[in-house]
């Protein structure tokens, strides 16, 4: 589905709106459309539904029809970028699906009664906790921890979570209906053993069960039934079955049935990663706390029984954070060195406050002001937690970034979990750690061994409709250009698409940073790499500093010590053994468009130049025609639009060989038929990211590098075009 598509379309709501200033985003079932007149009913397939509406209260269950336009999820074609398609195939999702709003859709079918009654609670009671609570990450928190409503997190905060492994907080998990559960079943256990009736038996018990099903089934349904609380909802409750039933004494038992059931009745869930993850982390505490337990007689005094259960529980929680590494490693390229702390020190103070949140949101809107004073007090005790987890976060070593595996990282593992699950005798534990620390060792030199010397190099990355190259440099030195970016959309290219790219090639550390101009599709993916890679100069050109788009990324890269280099034209200097030329902008940059005061760069190593001009029109061309000499690349500027790359100006730089980058069936239609036709009338040998995907050259002469790319080698060194 390459093209757009608009269809008249029923579709059935699967989860409650996520909704932006701009717009909501629910996932939903494609029931059936309309072909020729016709309607067609179809096997429900999942649809990730986007409305352009601030604010929505559509209900799970609901079923609507409506125009909706649909596209195919693309994948940014590098070598180690988020796969997008994947990750929706692994929640059941096959194509995205938008619509202006659904004010004039028709409801089809409501949802079932007891699905409208809690949807109506879920949404009063969170209309009444904003009345009460200030904007701010305490009341986002709060959103996130009680309903499961994560459209407030900041990237801030959530960086913060991230740093310190504390992501599944502020999601809906088996933490949540585990402590929940008790929190019901204990009283009424409690109270009905009272009875002497009931509790012989094991009445009161199952009784108790029963009663404490009831709230944990109507939370979640107002959390909404999403894969992940069905997942969490069904193993909670097995794990608390387990638990309370001659199985407690085997529970990797409990935990294989449990893993059994889902995949029988879903087997897609195995490629699920939060699945994946839910299970491992359960299955890799049952069997540390099973390799790590100590025979022989419990300590005496209630002081080394605390210490020896809090020594055991960090034990647990270390290791378990480095059973999940290749996890961590492969989808969020970040593995935090505090979460064991951090996980002792908050999850506590976030598993009390669900409860009291949760009875003080369903009380508070009684009438009284003593729900918004315990909701305040609450929203403070939060405050200082989280200003606790900022300051622990700010450490620089909270967390490492990983870069995606090689084999001798995959054989470091493997020794890893020897070591923690066969620590007697101690010589396994001794060979197992010794082995793990080689290979990575080993792991880091093959990658710092693979960055390029001795010849100029450069990457353009796919980054959809945006740009983003990397430069590097004869001496080992790398410079980034421009970041990419979605104007409106949450998609993160820096963290997603670069950084991945940027580790694998071993590339730790940035000794520049270059943003051709601040508009959205070059800039926004900089933040991510400005703030976990800071750069040793940020450069810029004449006109940027000041401007509205780039305040920001500028106030980012003070804080983080970054020194801004203002360029001009005819500035000139050597880096990293190449030679730099600044060609544009001028020094006065008024009265000049973005585009056209976009940075422009000459960097040439031996007999091989680069032509780097961002998003510069044909009036600043013609402004640099009088500069022009031969060139071996032109990157082709704006992506290919009709407005730059005149005719003129190809005859003056002469390039052998151009590069384009430009989003797969971009609403622009760039790059323009009429550049590619100029190009391909003077024999320029063109290659496009939204066609052949990432592509790179190295120092303008064919390289080891994958198959894909050896034409562009090949027209590089000469030997073709």
């Not at 959530?158 to 929940?180: D, I």
């Not at 949760?358 to 403070?380: I, W």
């Not at 760039?670 to 320029?684: A, N």
């Amino acid at each position: 589905m390459a093209e757009k598509r608009t269809v008249h379309s029923v579709f059935r709501i699967r989860d409650y709106p996520r909704c932006s200033d701009r717009h909501c985003a629910s996932a939903a079932d494609l029931l059936g459309w309309e072909d020729g007149g016709r309607f067609r009913a179809l096997e429900p397939a999942g649809i990730s539904l986007r409305v352009w509406q601030p604010a929505a209260d559509w209900v799970p269950g609901e079923i609507y029809v409506a125009d909706l336009k649909y596209s195919a999820p693309r994948r940014f074609k590098n070598s180690h970028s988020f796969d997008y398609p994947r990750y929706l195939r692994r929640q059941g999702i096959a194509a995205l699906a938008s619509a202006r709003d659904l004010s004039s859709a028709e409801l089809l079918v409501p949802a079932p009664a007891w699905q409208v009654a809690a949807a109506r609670f879920r949404f009063e009671r969170l209309a009444w906790l904003r009345s009460v609570l200030p904007p701010g990450a305490g009341r986002a928190i709060l959103e996130a921890l009680l309903f499961g409503e994560e459209s407030g997190i900041e990237e801030p905060v959530a960086e913060v979570f991230r740093r310190l492994g504390l992501t599944h907080v502020l999601v809906v998990s088996g933490l949540h209906f585990v402590f929940l559960s008790f929190c019901f079943y204990w009283p009424l256990s409690w109270v009905l053993s009272v009875s002497p009736r009931l509790s012989d038996g094991g009445g009161a018990k199952v009784l108790a069960l029963g009663l404490a099903a009831l709230p944990i089934f109507f939370y979640a349904t107002m959390v909404g039934f999403s894969p992940s609380v069905l997942r969490s909802l069904a193993g909670s409750a097995l794990l608390f079955l387990a638990a309370l039933t001659g199985w407690r004494r085997s529970f990797l038992s409990a935990l294989l049935l449990a893993l059994v059931i889902f995949l029988l009745a879903r087997p897609s869930l195995l490629f699920s990663v939060s699945f994946q993850l839910s299970f491992a982390s359960v299955a890799a505490l049952g069997l540390m706390a099973k390799a790590w337990s100590k025979e022989g007689p419990a300590p005496a005094g209630f002081g080394r029984k605390l210490g020896r259960r809090l020594a055991g529980a960090l034990g647990s929680a270390i290791g378990v954070n480095l059973a999940l590494a290749p996890w961590l490693a492969g989808q969020f390229h970040e593995f935090s060195l505090l979460a064991p702390v951090a996980n002792l020190l908050f999850v506590p103070f976030y598993t009390a406050a669900l409860p009291l949140g949760l009875a003080v949101a369903s009380l508070g809107g009684l009438g009284s002001g003593v729900g918004a004073s315990a909701l305040l007090a609450l929203h403070r005790g939060i405050g200082w937690i989280f200003f606790a987890m900022e300051k622990l976060a700010a450490w620089p070593l909270a967390s490492l970034l990983v870069a995606p595996w090689s084999l001798p990282e995959w054989l470091a593992y493997l020794f890893l979990l020897l070591a923690l699950f066969r620590p007697r005798p101690w010589r396994s534990l001794v060979f197992g750690s010794a082995a793990c620390l080689l290979f990575l060792g080993l792991g880091e030199a093959q990658r710092a061994k693979a960055v390029p010397r001795g010849e100029l190099g450069l990457t353009m990355f796919d980054v959809g409709q945006g740009e983003s190259l990397l430069i590097e440099l004869p001496e080992g030195q790398a410079l980034l250009l421009d970041g990419g970016g979605f104007p409106g959309s949450d998609f993160d290219v820096g963290r997603n698409v670069l950084m991945p790219e940027l580790l694998a090639r071993g590339r730790r550390r940035l000794e520049a940073l270059a943003l051709s101009h601040p508009d959205a599709d070059h800039a926004k993916g900089l933040r991510y790499i400005v703030d976990r890679l800071p750069p040793g100069e940020f450069w810029i050109g004449a006109g940027t500093e000041g401007h509205a788009g780039f305040a920001a990324l500028r106030e980012l890269a003070r804080s983080r010590g970054v020194a801004l280099r203002v360029l001009s034209q005819g500035q000139r200097w050597k880096f990293g053994g190449a030679d730099f030329e600044v060609l544009w902008p001028p020094l006065d940059p008024a009265g000049r468009s973005d585009n056209n005061l976009s940075l422009v760069l000459r960097v040439c190593h031996s007999e091989a130049c680069l032509l780097l001009t961002g998003d510069i029109e044909a009036e600043a061309e013609a402004s640099l025609n009088r500069l022009a000499r031969e060139t071996a690349l032109l990157k082709v500027a704006h992506h290919g639009s009709k407005t730059s790359t005149t005719p003129e100006f190809l005859t003056a730089w002469r390039p052998k060989l151009a590069l384009i980058s430009a989003g797969e069936s971009n609403r622009y239609r760039l790059p323009h038929r009429q550049v590619l036709e100029e190009l391909e009338r003077r024999g320029i040998a063109v290659f496009r990211t939204d066609r052949d995907g990432e592509l790179r050259v190295r120092g303008l002469k064919v390289s080891p590098i994958p198959s894909r790319w050896s034409a562009i080698l090949r027209a590089a060194s000469g030997s073709g075009s």
